[in-house]
């Protein structure tokens, strides 16, 4: 499994993956977003899905970028073509791949700005080569085991938070799934896009870098919790009681 985060406020995206992958009883790491940067185009994509799959539409992609780069002068065309590789991927191993009881199951999320793009973007491409796009309203895409962190999205992320923000809040989102699945865990890639710079700086951080930060979390939530009124308990446990009178 995978853990991939994409996320859109004003002042540009925030990206973050796991490298963990695990095959049956093998666990090894595996760098899950690449980047692409070429003067005023500047892009990632993350990918959740079958490696061979992601290996081999990234591989027909990168030629694809290589040969008609400066076509794309907004993202959603980069897009497009990605989603093209993909079908091109399905068209040739997905037969083979579904008789051998596996899952067709590529899905990545795209973000960045090209020089005609107004502002920066941030799509959910399916495996099916269809896309849709991250909007203020859920600022937010995930792939890959996708349910722990996403109470704490929902609850604390907006458009309008700062990137340093939307980092920390990704960050829990990446512990409370790193905590729940032992099919998510460090390293954790990060990807820092500000608005209209055309520039992502990529960093690593290793378990090592942030066990600190989870133990202050964890002590956090704990104190809350026992901070949380009990009044509203009190009718049940007065039944509790008189039942057992």
Not at 57 to 66: D, G, M, P, Q, S
Not at 159 to 170: N, R
Not at 214 to 236: C, E, F
Request: one cysteine or more; aromatic letters at 10%; a negative charge.
């Amino acid at each position: 499994m995978t853990y991939c985060l994409g996320i859109k406020v004003a002042s540009g995206l925030v990206a973050i993956a796991d490298r963990r992958l695990t095959s049956g009883s093998e666990v090894s790491s595996n760098r899950k977003i690449s980047v692409h940067e070429v003067e005023n185009h500047s892009l990632f994509i993350m990918t959740s899905g079958l490696r061979s799959v992601r290996d081999k539409a990234i591989t027909y992609f990168k030629e694809v970028l290589a040969e008609q780069d400066r076509s794309f002068n907004k993202l959603y065309k980069a897009v497009n073509a990605f989603g093209e590789q993909v079908k091109r991927v399905a068209l040739e191993d997905k037969t083979s791949i579904v008789a051998s009881g596996l899952n067709f199951n590529l899905n990545a999320i795209v973000g960045g700005q090209l020089e005609d793009d107004e502002e920066h973007k941030l799509f959910m491409l399916y495996p099916e080569g269809n896309w849709v796009e991250v909007d203020q309203g859920s600022p937010f895409k995930i792939i890959g085991n996708s349910g722990y962190g996403k109470p704490l999205l929902f609850r604390n992320l907006s458009y309008e938070s700062s990137m340093a923000d939307a980092l920390k809040i990704g960050f829990l989102a990446f512990d409370a799934t790193r905590v729940s699945a032992n099919d998510v865990d460090y390293p954790l890639d990060v990807v820092i896009y500000p608005k209209d710079s055309f520039h992502m700086t990529e960093y690593r951080l290793e378990k090592e870098d942030m066990d600190e930060i989870s133990h202050q979390w964890s002590a956090l939530l704990g104190n809350s919790v026992r901070k949380v009124p009990t009044y509203w308990m009190d009718p049940i446990f007065e039944k509790v009681k008189a039942a057992h009178k």
